[in-house]
């Protein structure tokens, strides 16, 4: 059964579970199908990517069950070359952690859309990204992409496997104490809304606008990130 503390973004995403499934009936790749999620050729996401990884239903239920969980045992280096843990992430603040998947167009198509939401809430949540790449990568990455927030590099997928991240473009939120509170496996317009309302609730503040122009409609997930 579903946590009431996850009902909203459940609901809004459960058109595109139908799909994912019906999609999956048909036929599926088999790394479509380990990942959890749904590939299909499509006009793809923001961007122009050729395929949609429509977010399936195994990695919905795994992503609830994640919800409450303590996880601040965290260390990486970041893309500024820092050694940092919780203290330096958080630094008070609730946190927002953005999986990325080296080499992958759905992480870079869909950065810009998380880029308006750290600007939105600016100053009352910090955000991070975690990608499967050593620090130069890391740094690369966040270079080109013009990333407002440090990206920490997890060459051997330690914090991927701790968050049990199939893909990139999973987004988690974490109170400033550690704590999972609220978890999708992919972006979608009624997501990234959510992403918003939870950031407001663990900041106790209003809130605030967000652009979601572009973003796809069904619930869709990045590339995954292998055995």
């Not at 429509?54 to 990486?76: C, F, H, R, W």
């Not at 997890?154 to 987004?171: L, M, Q, T």
């Amino acid at each position: 059964m579903l946590r009431y503390s996850a009902y909203l973004p459940w609901l809004a995403i459960a058109a595109s579970v139908t799909i994912a499934g019906t999609v999956h009936l048909i036929g599926s790749s088999a790394a479509a199908q380990e990942s959890g999620a749904v590939t299909q050729p499509s006009a793809g996401p923001p961007g122009g990517s050729s395929t949609i990884h429509y977010v399936g239903p195994e990695q919905l239920a795994q992503t609830n069950s994640m919800l409450d969980l303590v996880v601040k045992d965290i260390e990486a280096t970041s893309s500024d070359g820092r050694h940092v843990g919780w203290s330096e992430i958080s630094a008070g603040l609730p946190v927002v952690m953005v999986f990325i998947k080296n080499g992958c167009p759905c992480s870079i198509e869909f950065e810009p859309y998380f880029h308006r939401v750290e600007e939105a809430y600016r100053g009352v949540v910090r955000f991070v990204g975690v990608i499967d790449a050593d620090v130069a990568s890391a740094r690369r990455y966040a270079i080109e992409h013009h990333v407002p927030y440090p990206v920490l590099a997890d060459a051997d997928r330690k914090i991927i496997r701790r968050f049990r991240a199939k893909n990139g473009c999973y987004v988690a939120v974490l109170t400033a104490d550690g704590v999972i509170d609220g978890y999708w496996p992919g972006s979608s317009e009624d997501a990234l809304l959510e992403l918003g309302r939870r950031i407001a609730k663990s900041s106790a503040m209003a809130e605030r606008s967000l652009d979601v122009t572009g973003m796809p409609k069904a619930l869709t997930t990045g590339c995954h990130y292998g055995p």
